[in-house]
C-alpha cells in the first residue's frame, strides 16, 4: 500500500536562504485499521534556489521518527541456573519507530558535527540514559535496543535510498512496520552541501488507531470497568451461544 | 487475513489465531481442561505480550467455562454450596496474585514468574498424571481391582464444618477455601483456569464424588476468571478483547469437536496422552529458561521512577 503522502507544491516561498527544501502535504495521516498490515510512505519534494547553484556535494536526509517514550532495556544472567534479568538501564527518550534515508553514505551526505548536533543517525538519536552505577557498559544496553528495533526493522537506516533528480528533484519510500504505536510521527527533511545543513523542513505525520480500533483502544483506557464488562459479557454471550447451538445440533 | 489487535499493538494472522483457538478447543473438549494453561504459552510464542496473553486468556476461560457449565447445570452436576466456599477463596487468591502480578512486574520480573510457574504446576501435574495413568493401564492389563479411596484423613479434624448436600459430604470450610486461594492465585499469575489443580485437589483432597467435581470447578472458574478479568482491565489495561473474541470462536467450536472425539478413547489412554502434552509444553518452557538466548537484553515499558 503506497501512500502518496507528500504532493510538490510549487508555490513561490519567500526565499530565506540560497536553497529550500519545497514539499507539501496532501495527506498528513497514517490511520491503522483492523487489517493493517504495515504501510509505505512516499516522500519527495523539490530543491528551489534563486541564486545559481552552489558549489559542494549536495545530500538529502530524509527522518521519520515515532514518539519518543522511555523505555527500560534489561539485561538476562544465569542465577541459579537460569537465564533471568538482572540489571536494568532507563533510556529516558527512545522513539519507537525511526527511519532515516539518505541519498548517500550518510558519513559523506552529513558530518559528525551536524550529525550530533540535529540528532541524525540512530546512535545520536537515542538519548537521556540513566543507569544504576552497578552498571558499567550503559553503551551495551544502547546497542542492544538498536539491535533489537533493527531487527524488527522499527529502526532503519536506508543509505543511499533518496533519489535525487537533476539536483532538484528528490524522493524515497519509508516503509512503516505493522507492529505500529500511535502519535505524531515527526519527519525531517535536511538539504546538506559538503555535510553541513543548509536547509530543513519538519513536519509531522499522524499516526492514529481509527474505527473499531480507536473505539476499543480508548475505551481500555478512559473506561476500564466499563471495557472490562463488555468483554465479560461478550465472553459469556459467545459461551452460552455456543452450547445453545451444538445442543441445537445434537437434537 | 492480517488483524491489528488494538491492545497488543501487534498485528497477527487471523486464521492462525483462529486455528490455535481451535486446535486448543479440541484438546480441551478431549481431556475435558480449560486449555489455557496450553493458549497461554502458545501466545506467547506468537509473539504476543506476556500480560496482555495472561490477561486475555483469563478472559477467553469465561466464554469457555460459561459454555461447559451450562451442560453440568442441565445434569445438575455443580455443588454451588462447594462452588460458592471455593469461590470466595478464588476471589481473594485472584486479587493476592493480580497484586503479586504488578509488582513483580515493575521490578521486570513478571516473565520469570509466569514462566517459573508453568514449569512447576505443569512438570508436576503431567508428571504425576502420567505415572498415575500408566500405574492404571498396567492395572487393568492385569485386571487388578481400582484403590478404594481412604475414606477419613486429616482434613476431617478442622473445626468449621460445613454440610455440602450434593457432594454428600460434611468437612471444614477450610480446605475447600484454600484450594480455592491457590487456584485463585494462579489464576492471576498464569492466565489459567485452574482446573488442572483444582479437579485432583477436589477429588484426592477434598473426597468429592467425581462426577460433580468438574461441574463445581467451572462454576468457580468463571467467577474468578472473570475477575480476573476484570482487575487485569482495570489495572494493567491489558485485556484484549479482539485477541480473545478471535480465540474463543475457534475455541467453542473446536471444543465440542473435543468431546466427540473423547467419548470414543479410553480414559487411561486420554490422560496419559494429556500427561505427555503438559509434559512437553513444560519441557520446552524449561528448555527456554535453561538454555542462553540468542539476545540477553529485553526492552521493556519503563516504569515510573
Redesign the interface.
Known sequence: MIRWLFALLLVALPAAAAEEVVLGLSQSEVA???????SEIFVFGAIKRDAPMPEGDMGVIVTISGPP??????????RF?????TD?V???AAPSYYAVATSGPLEDVLSTRENILRKVSVPSMIQSISAPTTVLDATG?VN??I???ENAEAFQLLEGQVVVDDDTLFRTRIKLP????EGAYQTRILLTRDGAVVDQYQTAIDVR?VG??RW??SL??NQ??L??????A???F???S??AA??LLRN | MQIYLPIAEVSVNAFLLLGLGGMVGVLSGMFGVGGGFLMTPLLFFIGIPPAVAVATEANQIVASSFSGVLAHFRRKTVDLRMGVVLLIGGLVGAALGVFVFNYLKSLGQVDLLVKLCYVVFLGVIGGLMFIESLNAIRKTAKGGAVPKRKKHNWIHKLPFKMRFRVSGLYISVIPPLLVGLVVGILAAIMGVGGGFIMVPAMIYLLGMPTKVVVGTSLFQIIFVTAFTTMLHATTNFTVDVVLAVLLLVGGVIGAQIGTRIGVKMKAEQLRILLAIMVLAVCGKLAFDLLVMPSELYSIGAAEGH
Open positions: 491503522i485499521t483492523t487489517n493493517f498490515n504495515g517514550v522511555p523505555v527500560s532495556v534489561r539485561k538476562k544472567e544465569r541456573g537460569i537465564w533471568v534479568n536494568v532507563e533510556i529516558e544496553y542492544a535496543l539491535r533489537i528495533r505493522a507492529a505500529l504505536t488507531k473499531l480500533e476499543l483502544y481500555s483506557r476500564p470497568f471495557y472490562g464488562l463488555m468483554s465479560l461478550i465472553a459469556i459467545a459461551g452460552w455456543a452450547s451444538f445442543s
